[in-house]
């Protein structure tokens, strides 16, 4: 069983920057893929980007692409989300999600592929 904790969500104001922490307790962190996904109220679970177990391949969905950075420190069993140029359509619950193993192309972008998932972090972006 992994315990995800997701922290470093907030209020920000358009253009600005957030950065959103993700802890595991996954004894091999360094096995899994690690994804962040966001929702809205009355919608779906939407993909952000996703980062493989070396970190190597960070696929981002093309919303995020160019603002947005996936990183991990495996020494601290963390994923890190870096937000720049926020902006109000970015406003969601930020989910962190886990996956052990190496998943390639489609399978980052679909939560079924995730079996483990955090709490949500609220991100919020005023205009």
């Known amino acids: 069983q992994v315990q995800l904790v997701e922290s470093g969500g907030g209020l920000v104001q358009d253009g600005g920057s957030l950065r959103l922490s993700c802890a595991a307790s996954a004894r091999t962190f360094s096995t899994y893929t690690m994804g962040w996904f966001r929702q809205v109220p009355g919608k779906e679970r939407e993909f952000v980007a996703a980062?493989?177990?070396?970190?190597?391949?960070?696929p981002y969905a093309d919303s995020v692409k160019g603002r947005f950075a996936i990183s991990r420190d495996n020494a601290k069993n963390t994923v890190y989300l870096h937000m720049n140029s926020l902006k109000p359509e970015d406003t969601a619950v930020y989910y962190c999600?886990?996956?052990?193993?190496?998943?390639?192309?489609?399978?980052?972008?679909?939560?079924?592929?995730?079996?483990?998932w955090g709490q949500g972090t609220q991100v919020t972006v005023s205009s």
């Open positions: 999600a886990a996956a052990q193993g190496y998943y390639s192309g489609r399978y980052h972008y679909s939560s079924q592929t995730y079996a483990y």
């Open positions: 980062i493989s177990p070396s970190g190597l391949s960070t």
